[in-house]
T-cell receptor
Framework: EPEVTQTPSHQVTQMGQEVILRCVPI?????FYWYRQILGQKVEFLVS????????KSEIFDDQFSVERPDGSNFTLKIRSTKLEDSAMYFC????????????FGEGSRLTVL | GENVEQHPSTLSVQEGDSAVIKCTYS??????FPWYKQELGKRPQLIID?????GEKKDQRIAVTLNKTAKHFSLHITETQPEDSAVYFC???????????FGPGTRLSVLP
């Protein structure tokens, strides 16, 4: 069964450093998402991406965040200057179309900012 | 924007009993309501969903009901089993899933 894959599974970084989280969505999917889950809390929407551009973003997704689909398969989330409060599990997700609803999540990338 | 609330935050039931988790949403334009199950340390996975043109949907031991007027929807799990133990998240979206707003989650524990 096709899966969304994410790397790294866990990254530890110093505050102020740049981090790139990588995702490979399911190959025929058109909509891509990043979500964040702080330990023990709910899944929070960051950004959605369609047709090579951001379609929607949340208040969390400020200027220190950016997304890119550099090569038609990878979908990356960059955090320019990490803060302690960026420590969370980051989930990438993808969806086949705008009508069918199922969102497929990756296994997540745990980011720890020291 | 949309706000989704979920109750209870934790729920313990005896194996074989039923479990009910309730969610409310604020935006009457929301039209798609999925439920996700997240086992410890794993990714959320869709277990059932319902669209706004349907009032109830059932899949084996799991059912979801939707009351559009009251803006609430519920997950019902019958004959619970230990493997049902997980965190369950409801979500609401507009445009059949363009963006999902998740509830805060319910930790379900099924006691043997």
């Amino acid at each position: 069964e096709p899966e969304v894959t994410q790397t790294p599974s866990h990254q530890v970084t110093q505050m102020g450093q740049e981090v790139i989280l990588r995702c490979v969505p399911i190959s025929n999917h058109l909509y891509f998402y990043w979500y964040r889950q702080i330990l023990g809390q709910k899944v929070e929407f960051l950004v959605s991406f369609y047709n090579n551009e951001i379609s929607e973003k949340s208040e969390i997704f400020d200027d220190q965040f950016s997304v890119e689909r550099p090569d038609g398969s990878n979908f990356t989330l960059k955090i320019r200057s990490t803060k302690l409060e960026d420590s969370a599990m980051y989930f990438c997700a993808s969806r086949a179309s705008g009508i069918t609803g199922e969102l497929f999540f990756g296994e997540g990338s745990r980011l720890t900012v020291l | 924007g949309e706000n989704v609330e979920q109750h209870p935050s934790t729920l313990s039931v005896q194996e074989g009993d039923s479990a009910v988790i309730k969610c409310t949403y604020s935006d009457s334009a929301s039209n798609y309501f999925p439920w996700y199950k997240q086992e410890l340390g794993k990714r959320p996975q869709l277990i059932i969903d319902i669209r706004s043109n349907v009032g109830e949907k059932k899949d084996q031991r799991i059912a979801v009901t939707l009351n559009k007027t009251a803006k609430h929807f519920s997950l019902h799990i019958t004959e619970t089993q230990p493997e049902d133990s997980a965190v369950y998240f409801c979500a609401a979206s507009i445009n059949h899933g363009q963006n999902f707003v998740f509830g805060p989650g319910t930790r379900l524990s099924v006691l043997p």
